[in-house]
Each structure stands twice: as C-alpha cells, then as structure tokens.
C-alpha cells in the first residue's frame, strides 16, 4: 500500500515536516506549525523558495532580513478571507512569532534564486469559482501560472461546500509532454468543517497499479505522486484544502481521466 496519507504528529509545533525524500519524489516540501500566542517557529532555505501562507491566526513575520510587522486576519480558515502569504527566495531565513493561535503553512520546491522577498496576499488574491452544480468550489489563487511571482511553486487554496466534489472531474498531471501535460508532484493539507467530520479523497492510475481511497480528517495531508486524485465532502461537512505543485517547469497542464471527458464539454 502506499504511504499517500500523512497524519499530523501532535497538535502543536511542527505537526507536518514533508521533505522531499521523505515523500519519494523531488521537488515539492510541505511544512505546517500550528502556534500558540508567543511561539515561534523558524526556518533556513537552502537551494529552495518558499510560499508562507498564514492559514489562520495572526503572526509577526520576518524573512530575507525584511520585517513585514503583523500579517493575518482570518482567526479561521473557514471566514473565507483570502490568505496572507510571502515568497521567500532560497539562502533567506523566516521567522513567524504567533500574535494568536496560528496555523502556518511551509510550500517549499527548488529554484535557482533571483527574487526578492515579497507579499503575496492578500492583495493580488481574488475569490473565484470553479465548477457547477454540486462540483461548484470556490478558489483563491495564491501562486498559480497566471501570477509570476515563484520559479517553481503553484499554490492555492479550495473551499468544497459540503455534499460537494472537487479536483473532479478526475485528473492527472504526471507526463512531461507541454502543452498537453506537465508532470506536477502535488500535495493537499486538509481541513474540515465540523473538525471532527471526514472527507475523502481517492488518488489512482488510469491502469489502476496506484489505486488508494483514504478518509481524511482535521489537518491530514494526501501526496499526489501520480494519477488522479479528486475529493468529495460529505454532507453537513465543509471541506477545505491548501494545494502546493512544483516540478520541472511552472505550468499546470492536466489530462482528464478518459472516462470522465463528457464532463468537459
């Protein structure tokens, strides 16, 4: 079976440390700390760039020796305001201090280096939909193509009304064949609404040789290696989840699962 689902460590500090090696792959790192008022958690980039997203509270934030004061507004990631982020380049340090209770999200993948420091969000960061009927999600692209602000990274967040699915009509993006498809290792950070309720995701190949259905709780992160991977929230739950891609070229180019390609006209 493959090791696809990754359950936090405790409920506080650094509850998730995804480096590369540790998922078997080569380009995307996916740290989460989730902070006290006055805790701090810290980092060094080497060889790397980073997308910090304060999924929730509010926090002092400095990196590549730049002071950026307080960040954050959202106390819960479900008031839906879009996310304070800031793009960190590779040999930059970070520090995060909690004014509130935080959660914060780590997005690393390799770059060659050559930007500066900057704010992300939420300026810059529009509400959109995607989808229709009971696959209507709603978006915030904190870090997509459209936005030239990382060498590597593609990062953003999805809101799932409850009873609905998403990242459907099943998908892969695991070829290098531009323009058809890109190869993007993925990763999604979880969050539910009740907390105590449960989602779903099922990550598989078109032939069927990586076939996983995992129920996923409260602060849980899937790795995408390959194959598609859509979600679905059960009814009464909210499903919310953080995506980070990278691999060897920033662009997101998908191929439908050959059975669900009516959807797409």
């Known amino acids: 079976m493959a090791d696809l689902l990754r359950k936090p460590v405790g409920a506080s500090g650094q ?63 479900f008031d839906r305001l879009p996310p304070h982020c800031l793009y960190v380049p590779p040999g930059g340090e970070w520090r995060v201090r909690a004014r509130t209770p935080c959660t914060l999200a ?50 953003t967040e999805v809101y799932t009304p409850a009873g609905h699915w998403s990242s459907y009509p ?12 890109t190869r993007l290792e ?15 995701q099922r990550v ?3 032939d069927l040789s990586l076939d996983e259905t995992m129920a996923v709780s409260d602060h849980d992160v899937v790795l995408v290696p390959r194959g598609h991977h859509p979600c679905a929230a059960p009814h009464g739950v909210e499903m919310y989840y953080l995506n980070v ?11 439908l699962h050959p059975d669900f390609r009516f959807l797409a006209t």
């Open 15 to 77: 509850v998730h440390a995804i480096t590369p090696e540790a998922a078997g792959w080569t380009h995307v790192g996916f740290d989460l700390w989730r902070l006290d008022p006055g805790e701090v958690a810290e980092g060094r980039l080497d060889g790397r760039e980073a997308i910090l997203v304060l999924v929730e509270g509010l926090a002092e934030v400095t990196a590549a020796g730049e002071a950026f004061g307080e960040m954050g507004d959202r106390l819960s990631v």
């Open 106 to 155: 780590v997005c690393t993948a390799p770059s060659p280096g050559g930007r500066t420091v900057q704010r992300l969000g939420p300026a810059g960061i529009a509400p959109e939909e995607r989808g229709q009927g009971t696959n209507l999600r709603h978006i915030h692209n904190i870090a997509m193509e459209g936005r030239d602000v990382a060498d590597s990274l593609l990062v």
């Open 170 to 181: 099943p998908h892969r993006h695991d070829e290098d064949d531009f323009p058809r498809i």
């Open 245 to 255: 891609m990278a691999g060897p070229r920033r662009n997101w180019r998908f191929a």
């Open 186 to 200: 993925e990763t999604y950070y979880h969050r539910l609404n009740p907390a105590r309720g449960f989602g779903i």
């Open 204 to 206: 598989f190949t078109d």
